[in-house]
């Protein structure tokens, strides 16, 4: 008889398994909640707009006429498969009659969420308070513009950010990212 394999090393088998296959792991709803110190790239102002890259998947928001700290609270809907790679974003001004100006970017690295929605199942938290799981701070690595934690609240995995704009001079957004449905071995 083999000794039984500890439930890490079976839970990694799993997931290495999944990052092989393309395995989904769950539906991310980001929301555009707003942008901050956006910079000018009109007249006296900008219509701004948010366009978000994840994979081959692409969205935007509408756009916010005149406004340098617009607010879009839109809910933006990917599907995350194995292997989890970044959430890339760029802001531009609408323009009338020429190509739409360049606002900045700035991405973000999905793969702390994902980590934690997988912790979150092998340690089965699901209370109703905020469970803080994971703090990330702001470093050369990241587009962080302050610290950011990934909770657990009412059984999701939550985090929010404010990104900071590069190759701009000023500029960030924020961001509320939620993983749900995110399966901990795979479907047979």
């Given at each position: 008889?083999?000794?039984?394999?500890?439930?890490?090393?079976?839970?990694?088998?799993?997931?290495?398994?999944?990052?092989?296959?393309?395995?989904?792991?769950?539906?991310?709803?980001?929301?555009?909640?707003?942008?901050k110190?956006?910079v000018?790239?009109?007249?006296k102002?900008?219509?701004?707009?948010?366009?978000l890259?994840?994979?081959?998947?692409?969205?935007?928001?509408?756009?916010?006429?005149?406004?340098?700290?617009?607010?879009?609270?839109?809910?933006?809907?990917?599907?995350l498969?194995e292997?989890?790679?970044?959430?890339?974003?760029?802001?531009?001004?609408?323009?009338?009659?020429?190509?739409?100006d360049?606002?900045?970017?700035?991405?973000?690295?999905?793969?702390?969420?994902?980590?934690?929605?997988?912790?979150?199942?092998v340690?089965?938290?699901?209370?109703?308070?905020e469970?803080?799981?994971?703090?990330?701070v702001p470093?050369?690595?990241?587009?962080?513009?302050?610290?950011?934690?990934?909770?657990?609240?009412?059984?999701?995995?939550?985090?929010?950010?404010?990104?900071?704009?590069?190759?701009?001079?000023?500029?960030?957004i924020?961001?509320?990212?939620?993983?749900?449905?995110?399966?901990?071995?795979?479907?047979?």
């Amino acid at each position: 008889m083999l000794d039984p394999i500890p439930i890490y090393e079976a839970v990694m088998r799993v997931f290495v398994l999944q990052c092989v296959m393309g395995e989904q792991l769950g539906q991310l709803k980001v929301s555009v909640v707003q942008g901050k110190s956006l910079v000018i790239r009109d007249f006296k102002s900008s219509d701004p707009y948010v366009v978000l890259k994840l994979g081959n998947q692409t969205a935007k928001t509408k756009v916010i006429n005149s406004c340098l700290n617009p607010v879009w609270n839109e809910h933006l809907n990917f599907s995350l498969t194995e292997p989890v790679g970044l959430l890339s974003l760029e802001v531009f001004d609408k323009d009338r009659f020429k190509t739409d100006d360049k606002m900045g970017k700035a991405f973000l690295n999905l793969q702390p969420i994902a980590s934690v929605a997988r912790l979150r199942h092998v340690v089965n938290i699901s209370s109703s308070k905020e469970t803080v799981l994971r703090k990330i701070v702001p470093d050369s690595d990241n587009c962080l513009a302050r610290e950011s934690s990934i909770i657990c609240i009412n059984g999701e995995v939550v985090q929010n950010v404010w990104l900071r704009l590069s190759e701009v001079e000023s500029g960030e957004i924020e961001l509320t990212i939620k993983l749900i449905n995110s399966p901990l071995v795979p479907s047979r």
